[in-house]
């Protein structure tokens, strides 16, 4: 065997192991740029409610989070 066969099949192998340890760690977002925490938010923003938030009339709306709720 080829040592690119040994290792897929190293990997296969170890392919359960790693099934059932991914429910014991913690899944952790990593963003490898300057300005970390804005891209994120830009990221997860949606972009429908950005725009209804945006309009005076929906503003103070508890949708937007930022109203009286």
């Known amino acids: 065997m ?3 066969d040994d290792f ?3 990997v296969k192998q ?7 340890d991914q ?3 913690p899944c952790v ?6 300005d970390d925490f804005g891209r994120w938010v830009a ?7 950005a725009i209804v938030c945006a309009a ?4 103070d709306d508890p949708f937007c989070g ?4």
Do not use: C, I, N, Q
Request: hydrophobic letters at 30%; proline letters at 5%.
């Open 23 to 25: 429910g014991a760690r």
């Open 29 to 34: 977002e990593v963003w490898p740029e300057d």
């Open 56 to 59: 005076p009339e929906f503003k």
């Open 2 to 4: 080829s040592m690119r």
């Open 14 to 20: 170890g392919f359960g192991e790693r099934v059932e």
């Open 43 to 49: 990221s997860h923003t949606d972009k429908v409610r």
């Open 8 to 10: 897929v099949e190293v």
């Open 66 to 69: 930022r109203g009286l709720h």
